[in-house]
């Protein structure tokens, strides 16, 4: 019996005694009993009547691997070499990482269920609930080096902001790698991150792998345990699919990675800066040890942030860069 398999059961919205459970998946009572408190571990409620029995409190819609796929248009499932889609993984940029140590992976997606070892950047733990997210990754060999992939985790964000705009919601994107969402007053709340990385030459052949982390839902249990405002796509459009939305995100990303390198960041720049969350505004830089106020102007061709302190004009590579708003 997998996680899986009794969430498919329980997510019909009627009612399942443990005996009816049982039979359907070939153990005991008990046994259901024990898979119903892991389910609480994740994150995952479920109720208990008695004379009715279990049901899921809200209904979960698990990763359909063939509906995915089958709601690609016809180029980018050309592209596609193989989607996974796996229960658990320690974090699906991990999994593909070992893909390219096989001596494949290249075009191939891992979305999961969940993780336990999910990553954001700077070493950040990616927190999400289980079946209750996007978290998935996607494997791409280049032939032109590092030196042609200048801005790609921006390019990213736009791909995510406009399939996200496609459903409905109100986003903005805060340099380097993160999407917020905009509520009905202005504030703004994370909604999804970006993880890049790369393996080859400045110059030469190399890998990527780039990780995106997407609130679809988030329990309240959840949001208590992340140190920043957070949103979830629930929040705004909560009758989104989270098939339907994995499969404009896999397909969007697919076209870019077909053509980045050849197109590079330029065509994504006016993009980006349209969503900027703080154009115009005061930031707080931190980099490195060193903090001060600066006017964000928005990205470059490259990707880098342009920052006016004082009247100097200043370009943010990346690195050990974050920033904020200025209260």
Same mark, same amino acid.
């Given at each position: 019996?997998?996680? /899986?398999?009794?969430?498919?059961?329980?997510? !019909?919205?009627?009612?399942?005694?443990?005996?009816?459970? @049982?039979?359907?998946?070939? +153990?005991?009572?008990?046994?259901?009993?024990?898979?119903?408190?892991?389910?609480?571990?994740?994150?995952?409620?479920?109720?208990?009547?008695?004379?009715?029995?279990?049901?899921?409190?809200?209904? $979960?819609?698990?990763?359909?691997?063939? *509906?995915?796929?089958?709601?690609? /248009?016809?180029?980018? *499932?050309?592209?596609?070499?193989?989607?996974?889609?796996?229960?658990?993984? =320690?974090? =699906?940029?991990?999994?593909?990482?070992?893909?390219?140590?096989?001596?494949?992976?290249?075009?191939? $997606?891992?979305?999961?269920?969940?993780?336990?070892?999910?990553?954001?950047?700077?070493?950040?733990?990616?927190?999400?609930?289980? @079946?209750?997210?996007?978290?998935?990754?996607? %494997?791409?060999?280049? !032939?032109? @080096?590092?030196?042609?992939?200048?801005?790609?985790?921006?390019?990213? @964000? +736009?791909?995510? %902001?406009?399939?996200?705009?496609?459903?409905?919601?109100?986003?903005?994107?805060?340099?380097?790698?993160? +999407?917020?969402?905009?509520?009905?007053?202005?504030?703004?709340?994370?909604?999804?991150?970006?993880?890049?990385?790369?393996?080859?030459?400045?110059?030469?052949?190399?890998?990527?792998?780039?990780? $995106?982390?997407?609130?679809?839902?988030?329990?309240?249990?959840?949001?208590?345990?992340?140190?920043?405002?957070?949103?979830?796509?629930?929040?705004?459009?909560?009758?989104?699919?989270?098939?339907?939305?994995?499969?404009?995100?896999?397909?969007?990303?697919?076209?870019?990675?077909?053509?980045?390198?050849?197109?590079?960041?330029?065509?994504?720049?006016?993009?980006?800066?349209?969503?900027?969350?703080?154009?115009?505004?005061?930031?707080?830089? =931190?980099?490195?040890?060193?903090?001060? =106020?600066?006017?964000?102007?928005?990205?470059?061709?490259?990707?880098?942030?342009?920052?006016?302190?004082?009247?100097?004009?200043?370009?943010?590579?990346?690195?050990?860069?974050?920033?904020?708003? *200025?209260?």
């Amino acid at each position: 019996m997998t996680t /899986s398999e009794l969430i498919r059961l329980l997510s !019909d919205g009627d009612y399942h005694s443990g005996e009816q459970l @049982g039979k359907q998946l070939g +153990v005991s009572r008990t046994a259901i009993w024990k898979q119903l408190k892991k389910l609480e571990v994740l994150g995952i409620s479920s109720e208990a009547i008695k004379g009715l029995g279990y049901r899921l409190v809200s209904p $979960i819609e698990l990763l359909d691997g063939p *509906r995915i796929v089958s709601a690609l /248009s016809k180029e980018p *499932r050309q592209h596609l070499a193989r989607l996974f889609v796996e229960e658990s993984v =320690t974090s =699906t940029n991990s999994f593909l990482r070992e893909r390219f140590a096989q001596g494949v992976g290249h075009a191939e $997606i891992c979305i999961a269920e969940g993780q336990s070892a999910g990553r954001g950047r700077r070493g950040r733990q990616w927190l999400s609930a289980w @079946g209750q997210g996007l978290t998935f990754s996607i %494997a791409w060999r280049f !032939d032109g @080096g590092a030196v042609t992939l200048k801005g790609l985790s921006l390019a990213i @964000g +736009v791909v995510i %902001a406009q399939v996200l705009e496609q459903h409905g919601l109100r986003v903005a994107l805060k340099w380097p790698n993160d +999407v917020l969402m905009l509520s009905a007053d202005g504030e703004k709340r994370k909604l999804a991150g970006v993880l890049v990385e790369l393996n080859g030459d400045v110059s030469g052949a190399c890998e990527i792998v780039a990780g $995106i982390g997407l609130n679809i839902v988030l329990p309240s249990s959840l949001r208590e345990q992340l140190d920043q405002p957070v949103a979830a796509v629930a929040d705004q459009s909560p009758r989104v699919s989270r098939n339907i939305l994995a499969a404009g995100l896999i397909e969007a990303l697919l076209s870019l990675m077909a053509s980045f390198e050849k197109d590079g960041f330029g065509a994504w720049q006016k993009k980006w800066n349209q969503r900027n969350a703080y154009l115009g505004c005061a930031i707080e830089v =931190t980099q490195n040890a060193q903090r001060y =106020t600066a006017i964000d102007e928005g990205v470059d061709d490259e990707g880098n942030l342009c920052v006016r302190r004082d009247n100097e004009l200043l370009r943010l590579v990346g690195g050990e860069i974050s920033l904020r708003a *200025r209260s």
